[in-house]
């Protein structure tokens, strides 16, 4: 028994309803809905579960998660004004809190039929992200990971968010340490036992510079490029890691069949 498999026993209370979360709105996003509709869905589905959303509120949040359209990079505030259209890239990020611990994760999804380009984007965000979780184990340090993520991103023409980091979670939903997606080997924190945190790359089509709107939250592309994100809450094991946060439908990315 080691001194924090309670830890993750919650962790994984946590990340499991946060993925379930995902996985109902999948069903659920489409053409023609608002995004404040899928923020309705979240937090009823969220509340039902016995959890809470951990957005709401937050630092003056007024939602239950966030809804980030195609060159919004991430904190996109749903509205009733903005109407899923044919060919959106949407980001949807939820945070579930069950029993005092907090599960973070977030997808993108495709409004009926996206160009090629944001399919390309979507898939080197994601991949990237998985690349660096594939990496995880005692031992490895911080850098490794933005490396890993930054090298493949940029082998692909695209640029990673700096302004934006991943981040310790467990029973608070920002925590030490940063979890940077661009770095160097060999370099930073090294990773433990009994870690947990996030890793969340945003990537732009563009230029990996950020503007942030007068609401305070939204942070755009400056190029006005698109950006795509996806997000898992990790813990570190005594010989690797454990997701928290996996599809128990199988949806890692768009299309979700």
């Known amino acids: 028994m080691n001194n924090y498999s309670e830890k993750f026993e919650k962790m994984r209370v946590a990340g499991k309803l946060a993925a379930q979360t995902l996985d109902m709105l999948t069903d659920n996003i489409k053409e023609g809905i608002s995004t404040e509709h899928i923020d309705k869905l979240g937090y009823e ?11 709401l509120f ?12 195609n060159h919004v990079i991430c904190h996109g505030i749903p509205t009733e004004d903005r109407i899923l259209e044919e060919g959106d890239a949407l980001n949807v990020d939820v945070t579930a809190i069950v029993d005092g611990h ?13 160009s090629v380009k944001v399919n390309n984007l979507i898939d080197t965000t994601h991949e990237s992200m998985m690349r660096a979780i594939k990496i995880l184990k005692p031992g490895i340090k911080l850098g490794d990971i933005g490396y890993e993520i930054q090298s ?4 692909r023409g695209f640029s990673v968010v700096r302004d934006f980091c991943g981040h310790g979670i467990s029973t608070t939903f920002h925590e030490q340490p940063n979890i940077l997606h661009y770095g160097t080997k060999n370099t930073g924190m090294e990773l433990t036992p009994g870690m947990t945190f996030t890793i969340e790359p945003m990537i732009n089509a563009g230029k990996y510079e950020v503007k942030m709107l007068n609401d305070g ?15 898992h809450t990790i813990g570190i094991t005594e ?15 768009p299309p979700y069949l």
């Open 45 to 55: 589905f969220i509340r039902d579960n016995g959890g809470h959303s951990a957005p």
């Open 58 to 69: 937050y630092r003056g949040f007024t939602k239950s998660l966030c809804t980030s359209l």
């Open 102 to 114: 907090y599960g973070d994760t977030s997808r993108m999804f495709c409004i009926g039929k996206t």
């Open 152 to 155: 493949y991103v940029e082998e």
């Open 217 to 231: 939250w939204t942070a755009v592309t400056k190029d006005k490029s698109l950006s795509a994100q996806f997000e």
């Open 239 to 253: 010989n690797g890691y454990e997701i928290f946060t996996e599809s128990a439908k199988g949806y890692s990315k």
